[in-house]
């Protein structure tokens, strides 16, 4: 009956937007002087079948998540302040250990000074979730990220410096404290108009990454890449870059990082109702597996999206990565390097039903394939979404 109950609040939320006068919704925001707020709700029916990711004890579950929110942009002589706040409210109808409310604000101000630009931005979250697909576990945590962009453009000739502070503060219980971590990021990129649409790039990026706790070891990186961004061609716009990354690790017992690395966005249209975007990523993670400090990651994902007509729009989504870690592990009366391969198809029909007013339906599917039993699991995702700006 709870369950029941839960549904049909949501149906009737979804029901209180088709009844409601479309003049109340113009999607234009309210204009307050040169500010513009957009206030905007989000509600979503998700039905998964394993909701602690078990390889053989799985549960399903209901969960109904209801998304309030709140951004604004004003500008100012020239310049651009952006804020944004939501709440995620997730509730679970049986297994209620695993309700919460997560909280994410973002902040920016771009300031423009001729040939110079500045970007300093923040962002803040304090959610109940699994940090990556390394984990199966909700953790309670605070992530905050912030940081300063400066560009110079001159002819042709371009250079950027940055920094961003990144804190991690886990809030589940005394075991992940060790976890905690703070990482300051500097960068420097040059970029050259080498071509019409295409700039060449150079960059180099420092890190270091410094934990809460001693049981952890710190670590610095370099990394050196090389890249362009631009249109590839009159169809395929792309950001690439690539190169090498050495990250080492303070503690002798632990292996360093030490490979190529590649980062890479790259979309092609295929027609006006047809595009595709593509995701590369080879990098190293911070790991909270074990004696392992971080793991390689190899990403590969994509969205293909159609325009059925200017209403409907399919899509399909997917990703393939590895996870692989550098120093052997037991589980059972197995020793060996852990290694996971996760693999997600989906796909999805959105419905622009009115200028302010979306619908959307996403089926995915979920793999977790490694060298431990102990860390399978397969899940599917059943996902009803309405969104309204207002």
């Given at each position: ?31 307050i002087g040169e500010a513009k707020l957009n206030p905007y709700v989000e509600t979503k029916l998700q039905y998964d079948d394993n909701v602690f ?196 690790y303070e503690r002798d017992s632990e292996p360093d990082f030490d490979t190529a690395v590649l980062y890479a966005d790259i979309t092609h249209k ?69 290694k996971d391969k996760y693999y997600s198809m989906g796909v999805g029909l959105r419905y622009y039903l009115k200028k302010w007013f979306t619908l ?31």
């Amino acid at each position: 009956m709870k369950r029941v109950y839960r549904i049909f609040i949501f149906v009737s939320f979804l029901c209180m937007f088709f009844l409601t006068d479309q003049a109340l919704f113009a999607a234009e925001g309210i204009k307050i002087g040169e500010a513009k707020l957009n206030p905007y709700v989000e509600t979503k029916l998700q039905y998964d079948d394993n909701v602690f990711l078990n390889s053989n004890d799985e549960k399903d579950d209901f969960i109904v998540t209801l998304t309030p929110g709140l951004s604004l942009e004003w500008p100012v002589y020239g310049n651009l302040f952006k804020f944004d706040y939501h709440a995620a409210i997730n509730r679970f109808m049986d297994n209620t250990s695993q309700d919460a409310t997560d909280h994410y604000l973002s902040t920016s101000l771009d300031i423009n000074w001729q040939d110079a630009t500045f970007t300093i931005h923040e962002d803040f979250k304090r959610v109940f979730e699994r940090p990556s697909t390394e984990d199966v576990t909700r953790v309670k945590r605070d992530d905050n990220s912030a940081g300063i962009i400066a560009k110079l453009q001159r002819d042709k000739l371009g250079i950027e410096l940055g920094y961003e502070n990144f804190i991690r503060n886990y809030k589940s219980s005394p075991s992940y404290e060790l976890y905690d971590r703070r990482d300051n990021i500097y960068s420097l990129m040059f970029t050259h108009q080498t071509f019409r649409k295409t700039r060449l790039l150079l960059e180099y990026d420092f890190a270091q990454i410094r934990y809460s706790e001693d049981t952890r070891s710190d670590s610095n990186y370099h990394q050196f890449l090389i890249g362009a961004i631009g249109e590839l061609t009159p169809k395929t716009t792309a950001t690439i870059k690539t190169g090498y990354q050495l990250r080492n690790y303070e503690r002798d017992s632990e292996p360093d990082f030490d490979t190529a690395v590649l980062y890479a966005d790259i979309t092609h249209k295929f027609s006006g109702k047809n595009t595709v975007k593509l995701s590369f990523l080879r990098s190293a993670e911070e790991s909270t597996y074990d004696v392992n400090n971080y793991y390689k990651i190899e990403n590969l994902s994509w969205v293909f999206d159609h325009y059925f007509n200017n209403r409907l729009l399919g899509f399909i989504t997917g990703i393939y990565q590895i996870n692989s870690y550098p120093r052997e592990s037991t589980e059972g009366i197995e020793t060996a390097k852990r290694k996971d391969k996760y693999y997600s198809m989906g796909v999805g029909l959105r419905y622009y039903l009115k200028k302010w007013f979306t619908l959307t339906l996403h089926l995915e599917h979920i793999i977790r394939d490694s060298n431990f039993d102990i860390f399978e699991y397969k899940q599917n995702l059943i996902t009803v979404t309405a969104k309204a700006e207002f």
